[in-house]
């Protein structure tokens, strides 16, 4: 989807334009890939704009700059308000922020100490990721191994783990899939290129545990506080690639992917290859929540305050 820009980008506590929020060539993060960043989503409830998890993300953000010691110089409050006040100047939601932190322009060798850390946010209008239709995607397993523990940390949502994810996503759409599942370096089910992997069998919702190379997304937490609650069975354990095949339901989780209904995988129908009954319950409670037409009763989203109740992006 193409980028559309807003006016001003966040960056290191000022608010500058979108045209001005530019790097040197010769910055440590194009060489080495030495970022980390967030992608959360912004509704557009009754109430008013309202990010999803703000905090949560930014925990998370925190997180993989503390694994790559990397000083922020910003606390959870104040990313987080960065945010809220971003999208309030802009004026432009339902939107995609992207908060991201990287070692910038000051030595051209590895070892970044000497490199300053920038730290940008932006938010611009982005739509439905993976599919427009409900029936959801088709799949396939991913030749490319996820990365192994111990080589990039899954933890750290750092920009150098996708180019693995751009392995796993490239070589699914060259086939024809919407989207690829990697196993971990075990062969078992490790998640998307972008995305978390649930799968239900016999009632039974399953996810793959962090110890197998995944990123433990925010999407990913909601689904199983929502399937606890609704008191769905619930397993984190190592998804066997087969389970994929046998499965009566799958889907993605992930901010951009929300919650995509899987309907095949390598050309093997899920189940009877329609959205199972659980996958709805859990769309249906998720976009509730997100949408404002049922409680917020996790406490998820942060509103934004606007002058103006009309959404102005997509
Ligand atoms: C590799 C990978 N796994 C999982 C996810 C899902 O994480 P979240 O639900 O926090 O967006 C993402 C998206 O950020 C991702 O890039």
Not at 116 to 135: A, H, M, R
Not at 173 to 181: D, F, K, L
Not at 304 to 312: A, C, D, E, G, L
Request: aromatic residues 8%.
């Amino acid at each position: 989807m193409a980028l559309e820009k807003t006016d001003r980008v966040w960056h290191n506590g000022k608010l500058i334009r979108w045209e001005d929020a530019t790097v040197h060539v010769m910055s440590h993060v194009i060489h080495y890939g030495s970022s980390i960043f967030e992608g959360v989503r912004c509704y557009n409830p009754p109430s008013g704009p309202a990010l999803f998890r703000a905090d949560d993300h930014i925990e998370r953000l925190i997180d993989s700059a503390k694994i790559y010691r990397m000083e922020v110089g910003f606390s959870r409050e104040e990313l987080t308000c960065a945010m809220v006040d971003l999208v309030s100047t802009n004026g432009v939601w339902p939107c995609y922020l992207r908060p991201v932190v990287f070692r910038g322009y000051g030595d051209a060798g590895v070892s970044p100490e000497n490199c300053p850390v920038e730290v940008y946010i932006c938010n611009y209008p982005w739509g439905k990721y993976l599919t427009q239709d409900d029936s959801g995607v088709d799949a396939c397993v991913s030749s490319w191994t996820r990365i192994a523990p111990n080589t990039l940390p899954a933890l750290a949502k750092s920009g150098a783990n996708y180019m693995n994810s751009q392995l796993i996503r490239m070589e699914a759409t060259t086939n024809g899939y919407a989207e690829g599942i990697a196993l971990d370096v075990h062969g078992y089910v490790s998640e998307g290129s972008g995305e978390n992997v649930f799968i239900v069998r016999h009632g039974v919702l399953q996810t793959a545990p962090l110890g197998n190379s995944v990123l433990p997304g925010i999407t990913r937490d909601s689904v199983l506080k929502l399937a606890r609650d609704l008191g769905i069975p619930v397993v984190e354990a190592g998804v066997p690639r087969e389970l994929l095949y046998i499965a009566d339901e799958a889907f993605f989780t992930g901010t951009a992917a929300e919650i995509t209904p899987i309907r095949s995988i390598d050309r093997i129908p899920v189940g009877d290859g329609t959205v199972g009954p659980l996958t709805s319950l859990l769309q249906r409670e998720f976009f509730g929540i997100v949408r404002g037409e049922k409680p917020d009763r996790f406490h998820w989203l942060t509103q934004v305050p606007v002058r103006s109740k009309q959404p102005v992006g997509v």
